[in-house]
Each structure stands twice: as structure tokens, then as C-alpha cells.
């Protein structure tokens, strides 16, 4: 317990340095830079997190001794732009990139590493090379489909010392989802399966089998020290999962009572988590999860 807070702390002040590190070399960045250095001198992890007026995306990129590798797109191109910038000056080759799942706020950002090669479940790029040309024409915003070059799939994988561990969750978030946890790096990459600080995306409507997976993460993941969501700030406490369980209990209780009333299940969620950003993926995705056209 006192080397797991020791480490805590360290992460903190990691993260607090290159915080300010950054905020003062790269004064006009919009996101914000979160370095977590786990002390095992095979790597550390980068996550670049969005303003949360725009969604607080993440992307994360690991970086290995001579070689980066990177986690998520971001949605809009500023923000991939200058999550690029900052992936750049790191001074390594981008080796390839992998993407968590299908929702276009991780992929669409991939114009701005179409050099780097991709991979995804399998699922994922089937349903990007599908519908992503026709979610970009939609959405009306400069945007690019990855270049998807592999799949992965669950089982582990040691690139550059490191061991990277893949899983695949379906009928969560989203239909299929990867986490990827490096256990030399104590750290654990989430993505969507995960919220942080803001109200979650409820469009896929599974939210049993959503919390099945938070319930089997929490065992699964309990001695990480670094928890990165796909939306908001990571963690440095497994007590994230218990956030988000709390979180989509509270909307099955608010979905039960509230007769498809979108407004007054948005209403009690705001008031149970008052501290929550992002409050417009509330409205949107119920209307998507409850099959109540837009207005
Ligand atoms: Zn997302």
C-alpha cells in the first residue's frame, strides 16, 4: 500500500511537471499533456487530452526507447494537428498506431497521420472502411479514414521490451473495443470503455453488458497505477472503475423511470454528478440510444 501511494504521488508530480513543462514550451497548445514515467526505463506515456468544450478526447502515444507508438486520432483536425506537433517533437519515428474502436471522435483525426500505419480489430476496420467515407461526408469537417495496414487481436505482443497486452470487450460503449494494458509501464489504455470527469456517450444502449466489463477491468486491471479514459483527464486510481459503475447505474435507474423523456433523464444526471463535464454527450447519444430522431 505505501509503494502503491509513493507511486501515486510520483505520477502526480510527473504529471503536474509536464503539465507545466509543456504549457510553458508550447504556450498556444488548446489540449493538455499528461507524461506518466512508470521509473521502469522502457518507456513512457504521453496522453494528449482535448479541451472538454470539445469532447476532451484523448490520444496517447507510448514512447519506447527509439521508436513511438501511438493510441487514438483524435476527432477534430486542429487538435490531431497539433497532438501530431507534439508527437513530432518528441524527436522519434511514429512506428504505427493503433485504433481503440469504431466511433469517428477517435478516427477522423487520422488525417493527420495518414504516414503511419494502422491497426484495429478486425470489426473496427470493417465498419470504418463501410461507413467512415459516409460519416465524414455527414459530419461536413476536414477528416480521413485510417490507414488501416493490420488487425490485431487479444494476446500479447513485446514490442521494444515491452509487453503489450490486447483485449477486446464488445456490446460496451461500443460494439468493440480494445484495451491495451502495459504492464511493464503500469499502465492501462482504455479508451471509451472509460470515462473520466464527464458524462458518457450512451448511444450504443448496452449498458449491462458496459458494466459486466467495468466490473471484469476492475478485477483485471486493480494493480495499474495509470488509467487513461478515452474522454477526460487519466487516473491514478483504480477507484475510476467504481466512478463509472456508479455512473451507469444511476442511468439505467434514470432511463427506467423517465419514460424516454431525454430532458429529464439529462436532468437527473446533472444532478448526481454536478462536477461532470461534457453534458452535451448526454442529449445526442440518448436520443441515438433511445431511437428518437434528432431535432
Ligand atoms: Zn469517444
Known amino acids: 500500500m505505501k509503494s502503491q501511494c509513493k507511486a501515486i504521488l510520483l505520477s502526480m508530480l510527473i504529471m503536474f511537471f509536464a503539465v507545466s513543462a509543456h504549457a510553458g514550451t508550447m504556450s498556444a497548445m488548446k489540449g493538455v499533456v499528461y507524461v506518466y514515467d512508470s521509473g521502469s526505463g522502457l518507456g513512457k506515456v504521453h496522453t494528449y487530452r482535448a479541451p472538454f468544450k470539445a469532447a476532451a478526447n484523448t490520444s496517447t502515444i507510448i514512447e519506447l526507447a527509439d521508436k513511438?507508438?501511438?493510441?487514438?486520432?483524435?476527432?477534430?483536425?486542429?487538435?490531431?494537428?497539433?497532438?501530431?506537433?507534439?508527437?513530432?517533437?518528441?524527436?522519434?519515428?511514429?512506428?504505427?498506431?493503433?485504433?481503440?474502436?469504431?466511433?469517428?471522435?477517435?478516427?477522423?483525426?487520422?488525417?493527420?497521420?495518414?504516414?503511419?500505419?494502422?491497426?484495429?480489430?478486425?470489426?473496427?476496420?470493417?465498419?470504418?472502411?463501410?461507413?467512415?467515407?459516409?460519416?465524414?461526408?455527414?459530419?461536413?469537417?476536414?477528416?480521413?479514414?485510417?490507414?488501416?495496414?493490420?488487425?490485431?487481436?487479444?494476446?500479447?505482443?513485446?514490442?521494444?521490451g515491452v509487453s503489450f497486452v490486447f483485449s477486446q470487450y464488445k456490446d460496451s460503449e461500443s460494439k468493440n473495443a480494445m484495451v491495451?494494458?502495459?504492464?511493464?509501464?503500469?499502465?492501462?489504455?482504455?479508451?471509451?470503455?472509460l470515462y473520466s470527469g464527464t458524462h458518457f456517450y450512451l448511444g450504443n444502449n448496452t449498458f449491462d453488458s458496459w458494466e459486466s466489463s467495468l466490473k471484469k477491468m476492475a478485477g483485471e486491471y486493480k494493480n495499474y497505477n495509470w488509467f487513461i479514459p478515452g474522454h477526460g483527464n487519466p487516473r491514478s486510481s483504480a477507484i475510476v472503475f467504481?466512478?463509472?459503475?456508479?455512473?451507469?447505474?444511476?442511468?439505467?435507474?434514470?432511463?427506467?423511470?423517465?419514460n424516454d423523456d431525454i430532458k429529464k433523464i439529462q436532468m437527473q444526471m446533472v444532478e448526481s454528478f454536478p462536477t461532470y463535464q461534457c453534458e452535451f454527450f448526454l442529449p445526442f447519444s440518448l436520443a441515438i440510444a433511445l431511437k428518437q430522431p434528432a431535432k
Do not use: C
Request: hydrophobic fraction near 40%; proline fraction near 6%; glycine fraction near 6%.
Open 68 to 160: 513511438l507508438i501511438i493510441v487514438d486520432f483524435q476527432l477534430a483536425e486542429p487538435f490531431a494537428r497539433e497532438f501530431r506537433a507534439y508527437a513530432d517533437s518528441l524527436g522519434k519515428k511514429i512506428d504505427r498506431a493503433y485504433l481503440s474502436h469504431e466511433h469517428p471522435d477517435h478516427w477522423m483525426g487520422s488525417i493527420a497521420f495518414q504516414d503511419v500505419p494502422t491497426y484495429a480489430l478486425p470489426e473496427v476496420i470493417d465498419f470504418v472502411k463501410a461507413h467512415g467515407d459516409k460519416i465524414i461526408k455527414k459530419k461536413g469537417k476536414p477528416a480521413k479514414t485510417p490507414n488501416f495496414t493490420g488487425s490485431i487481436k487479444a494476446g500479447t505482443e513485446t514490442i521494444g
Open 180 to 193: 491495451l494494458a502495459l504492464p511493464e509501464l503500469n499502465t492501462v489504455i482504455l479508451q471509451d470503455l
Open 242 to 258: 467504481e466512478e463509472n459503475i456508479a455512473y451507469l447505474q444511476k442511468v439505467k435507474e434514470a432511463v427506467a423511470g423517465a
